[in-house]
């Protein structure tokens, strides 16, 4: 059964119990390669359908998750909550369904080539494999994932929509001695160069970060590579949800739009109506038509992200962002500039490109300070060369001051998503001014 | 999870057609994960939700390939695809493998238990979750006198999680662990200065967890502390000196840089792209670690714990494992895979947090083992130091050796006794250093929770990680932004 009938089936099923309901359905294919030393270490396959609900009675406000779709045992749960919706209190957070502008929206951009490589999903992995050897690499690791959806929603105010999309992801991480490169590619439909290109730049970073150079702790001028600034981008999309600045987890809550909150170089948006990036959809989860939106534009905050209830709380409009409770951003763009990747060590002259990291972690979202740890290489620069490797670093800063900081980008973006960038990404290598540098002294 | 005793002959019937269609060792698991979580903030509800479901697991191993396929849908047909899903994924794995997956030998369980639940988490309403909520609020915005409380959050969840696993080789197990779980974030300000705090609670049991824990007055107390170092907490001495780390900062090290880098699949390089490598290779068991004071234990069988299980999900006993003994490099944590690798026998260490994962090697308690002085005792002889009680900031590089923890609640200590507020310190220090150095350790063992991440998908799993209160020597202190 297609998702949007199961959907339907099951708001039908609950609607005269409540003042208004969402429904939506997710069925899923996906296959996962994990690549261990150049060879598959599991290949995984799931097949599945998962209903969700949100539920809204004189205030109150339910969701609900469920990994089936059968019918029966939704409206047993939702029936469940209803019984005792009347005893509880209404909700802080609850603003009722919005009408839909659109009431029908039928999209399909799947990609039919990966639905076919479901099935052997190996195939794709050997050209960037071999790529990642010939550049410098001596062993390989990484994930392809490959994924089909038919994602549905009904709601009681009319809304119906209904939308097939794919999803491909593919991030290797080459090793040369102890020295390492990791890229990585999401992308909606399948484009072999870009995943050759995954391999090579793994290659590459590898074998450039095999020397070893002399660091010591202190303020670098830095350049961020793409995968760096797709994972600071995910944690400002976290922070740039309405709901984070309400319950204490964004230094944005203390701007209001027009401020400024970045260098004039700096602008940040949400692009759910670009095709080529795997998270676009075409409707949010309350049925609202999402729409391309700068979050940031040259350096000025433009809006928060919203749902109907943060947008009513702010005394704003929805933005196509509903989450049901948390809004969250589709995919992520970051501004490009001018220069290009071969310029930047000499743009840079003296500093640190770090080329990917993980673990950023914050003392204090309200402040934004934080600090990320450097993986694969970090490389020093003198004179507009790169001199060779520092190891594992870590950039010390708060977002506040490091988005102020930035001064030029490249023009060239790449489409980051992997295991610390989990909302796609759009981004540049990044050149930022000033930026605190940290390792154990010894 | 409805009536295992129907699955099960299903499942005995996919696992004879897995080993037909060539398949050297089938494993299916039914799991579900149910529960439900109420969200507030300010002494006001944001929402309430729940969730639910489950399905199958199957992995199968074919010549040496390792093939995982999952399903939600339970009818027949549904789950005959999965089997030969797994087969042909494992299959067409075993095509590019040189290195052929096997599994250890082992003596296998049939068993079946359940965590103990004094107070059923079924009974416990969200109405009476809601009053939990606002009396720790309000309690806690009571207790801040010279701040402002600008934001008080608080949730809390229920997880029931159930599974059944059947072993083409024996294994028949069938568990039910209940959980609870309450997480907050406050933030004082004064002034333009702010200072935030989050913390979690978590356990396996029932509803009499919450009166365990004392969420009011421990959080309270601690609120009125924090005030204190926000308002009056001076910049930290920026030179080498003796450090006392409190037990939530122990406990947090001992996961990072004890547990993480002796997970075999990181040591043989199985997360080599995900969650990473370890400084631990296959040839350092034996070597040192630190100093003699320096054990590590890693125990899924702590009754109440949040990791607690008695069996993982391959079938294999669970038991405790001395990750570090007295200063070295002793066991790793092992599933059937690695355990064959390196020619051991696994200890047990195999979980999966849904049943849309495959089971990896998965931490459950770990804990630095206590010693015997007292907490006065362990500073009374520090002319000059530093006691770092809790942290926010922290993180650690990706083959687990250079750590970084930012304190939040710290302070001088003075000719052995703990003197003025500090803000923000920030230790820095390699896993070598940290156990090299660690030269007293009291007996106030005490567990945090938390959920560890690792593999792709991602899968978090709850974990709880502890120790006493130590002693660092020589340790060098920085500031937040130098």
């Keep these: ?442 | 999870m409805g009536d295992p005793f129907v699955y099960e002959d299903v499942f005995l019937k996919l696992i004879d057609r897995g080993l037909k269609n060539g398949a050297s060792y089938v494993e299916v698991r039914l799991q579900t994960d149910e529960g439900s979580s109420i969200t507030m903030r300010n002494g006001k509800v944001l929402g309430f939700s729940t969730f639910g479901g489950g399905g199958v697991g199957i992995r199968a191993l074919v010549e040496g390939g390792m093939g995982f396929a999952s399903t939600n849908k339970m009818d027949g047909d549904s789950l005959d695809k999965a089997l030969a899903s797994a087969v042909s994924a494992a299959r067409s794995a075993s095509r590019l493998k040189k290195r052929k997956i096997g599994l250890s030998d082992e003596r296998l369980a049939r068993a079946s238990y359940e965590a103990y639940q004094k107070k059923r988490l079924e009974d416990l309403s969200f109405e009476f979750l809601t009053e939990e909520g606002k009396r720790v609020e309000s309690e806690v915005r009571d207790s801040v006198k010279r701040t402002k409380l600008s934001v008080f959050s608080i949730s809390f969840s229920t997880h029931i999680q159930e599974k059944l696993i059947l072993t083409s080789d024996g294994a028949h197990i069938s568990s039910k662990v209940p959980r609870l779980y309450a997480s907050l974030n406050f933030v004082l300000e004064d002034g333009g200065k702010t200072m935030q705090r989050w913390r979690e609670y978590s356990g396996s049991g029932g509803a009499e967890l919450l009166e365990e824990w004392k969420i009011e007055s421990e959080v309270s107390e601690e609120a009125k502390r924090l005030e204190t170092v926000m308002l009056f907490g001076v910049s930290p001495p920026k030179e080498k000196l003796d450090v006392v780390l409190g037990q939530e900062i122990v406990g947090l090290a001992m996961h990072e840089s004890s547990g993480h880098p002796m997970e075999a699949d990181r040591i043989l390089g199985r997360e080599a792209a995900q969650a990473g490598e370890s400084f631990v290779k296959p040839e350092s068991f034996g070597t040192k670690i630190g100093s003699p004071l320096v054990t590590v234990i890693e125990d899924p069988t702590i009754p109440g714990s949040s990791g607690f299980y008695l069996f993982d999900d391959e079938g294999v006993p669970a038991k405790p494992r001395y990750l570090y003994k007295e200063g070295y490099i002793n066991e790793p944590l092992l599933n059937r895979e690695t355990a064959f690798m390196l020619a051991r026998k696994s200890n047990g260490s195999a979980r999966a947090m849904s049943y849309a994962a495959e089971p990896l090697v998965r931490m459950s308690n770990t804990y630095l083992e206590p010693g015997d002085k007292s907490f006065e005792e362990l500073i009374e002889d520090i002319s000059f130091g530093i006691y770092m009680r809790s942290y926010m900031e922290w993180n650690i590089d990706d083959i687990r050796w250079n750590q970084r923890y930012v304190g939040l609640e710290s302070y001088i200590i003075k000719n052995g006794e703990i003197g003025d507020p500090v803000r923000n310190p920030v230790m820095e220090v390699t896993t070598g250093e940290f156990y090299g150095k660690l030269f007293a350790k009291d007996k106030n063992l005490k567990f945090f929770p938390g959920t560890c991440g690792k593999g792709e998908p991602h899968q978090g799993v709850p974990v709880w990680f502890g120790g006493p209160n130590v002693r660092l020597i020589g340790i060098g202190i920085k500031s937040l932004g130098d």
């Design chain 1, 1 to 442: 059964m297609l998702a949007l009938e199961i959907a339907s089936q099951i708001l039908n099923s609950i609607k005269r119990s409540w003042s208004d309901a969402a429904v939506a359905v997710i069925e899923r294919e996906r296959s996962l390669v994990k690549v261990w030393d150049g060879e598959p270490a599991v290949i995984q396959r799931w097949s599945t359908v998962d209903s969700y609900l949100r539920l809204g009675i004189e205030g109150r406000l339910f969701i609900i998750e469920l990994a089936t779709s059968d019918p029966r045992k939704i409206a047993e749960e939702a029936g469940r909550l209803e019984r005792i919706a009347k005893k509880i209190e209404p909700s802080d957070l609850y603003s009722p369904l919005p009408s839909p502008d659109v009431p029908s929206m039928h999209q399909s951009c799947a990609d039919r080539r990966i639905a076919e490589y479901l099935q052997n999903p190996v195939r794709l992995l050997e050209e960037p494999i071999s790529e990642a050897m010939s550049a410098g690499g001596e062993r390989v690791s990484g994930t392809l994932t490959l994924e089909v959806t038919n994602r549905a929603l009904a709601t009681t105010t009319g809304f119906e929509g209904t939308e097939d999309r794919s999803s491909l992801g593919l991030h290797l991480r080459a090793f040369k001695d102890s020295s390492s490169g990791h890229w990585s590619f999401g992308s909606s439909n399948i484009d072999e160069g870009a995943l050759k290109e995954v391999g090579r730049k793994a290659g590459e970073i590898a074998d450039l970060s095999k020397k070893i150079a002399d660091f010591s702790p202190g303020k670098y001028d830095v350049v961020l590579s793409p995968m760096v600034m797709g994972n600071l981008a995910n944690v400002l999309a976290m922070m740039s949800s309405a709901l984070a600045s309400m319950i204490g987890y964004s230094f944005l809550a203390k701007y209001k739009p027009g401020d400024e909150v970045a260098s004039e170089a700096f602008s940040f948006y949400d692009r759910p109506r670009d095709p080529s990036l795997p998270g676009s959809a075409s409707f949010d989860d309350e049925g609202v038509e999402t729409w391309d939106k700068a979050v940031i534009e040259r350096g000025k905050l433009i809006t928060l992200l919203h749902n109907t209830a943060t947008a009513s709380k702010f005394g704003s409009k929805s933005t196509g962002n509903a989450g049901w409770m948390m809004p969250r951003a589709w995919n992520l763009e970051i501004s490009q500039g001018d220069l290009k990747e071969e310029e930047l060590a000499e743009e840079l002259k003296n500093g640190i490109m770090v080329m990917n990291n993980w673990y950023t972690r914050l003392q204090n979202y309200v402040e934004g300070q934080f600090s990320t740890v450097s993986r694969d290489a970090a490389l020093l620069v003198r004179n507009g060369e790169i001199i060779g490797n520092v190891g594992r670093v870590r950039v010390a800063s708060s977002f506040p001051r490091l988005l102020s900081s930035i001064e030029q980008m490249t023009r060239e973006r790449n489409n980051v998503w992997w295991w610390e960038v989990e909302i796609p990404t759009r981004a540049p290598f990044s050149l930022i001014r000033g930026v605190e540098i940290t390792r154990p002294e010894v």
